[in-house]
């Protein structure tokens, strides 16, 4: 029977712990410097690289360790497609997707369509109409009538053959 210690650990478990068998362990090394230190991967594998120090003429006067010393000799050399990426660097990576917004482009052969066999101006309207919540003021007062006096929508007419509107 397991224990409340026992459920909490394996609730709790970090992706570099020793049972995770999803990663190597130069992936696991290298995430947890970068857990630790909080720098990108690249930075992190120089240094765990030995530095030369070059005098002016290019020859090397003297080697330096290591700054982070490794148990394995590979998390230094592991290319940028198999570092482990931690939750936050995912979701500095992560794109906004809009809410299911589509755009479609009109098929050619179908444009006019609706005013195909209509030839007279005036045979084919279409209208609309619209209500707005700022209120307008009509154009022959000053601004000081009455509030139901006030434009609160409108009509849109459109002629299919002449496409006035």
Not at 43 to 64: E, W, Y
Not at 113 to 131: H, M, R, V
């Amino acid at each position: 029977m397991a224990t409340e210690h026992d459920c909490a650990q394996r609730c709790c478990q970090c992706v570099a712990d020793q049972t995770n068998q999803n990663l190597s362990g130069p992936q696991k090394e290298l995430l947890l410097w970068h857990t630790k230190l909080c720098l990108n991967m690249q930075d992190l594998q120089k240094l765990m690289k030995p530095h030369m120090v070059k005098d002016q003429s290019g020859k090397v006067v003297n080697t330096k360790p290591a700054v982070i010393p490794t148990k394995y000799k590979s998390p230094a050399n592991l290319k940028p497609e198999s570092y482990p990426l931690c939750i936050a660097c995912k979701l500095a990576t992560a794109k906004a997707r809009s809410g299911g917004v589509t755009t479609s482009t009109p098929v050619p052969s179908k444009q006019g369509i609706l005013a195909e066999d209509k030839y007279e101006p005036g045979d084919f309207i279409s209208t609309d109409q619209y209500l707005v919540k700022t209120l307008g003021c009509l154009l022959s007062r000053y601004g000081r009538e009455a509030l139901h006096n006030y434009f609160q929508g409108g009509t849109i007419y459109q002629d299919a053959a002449s496409k006035l509107v």
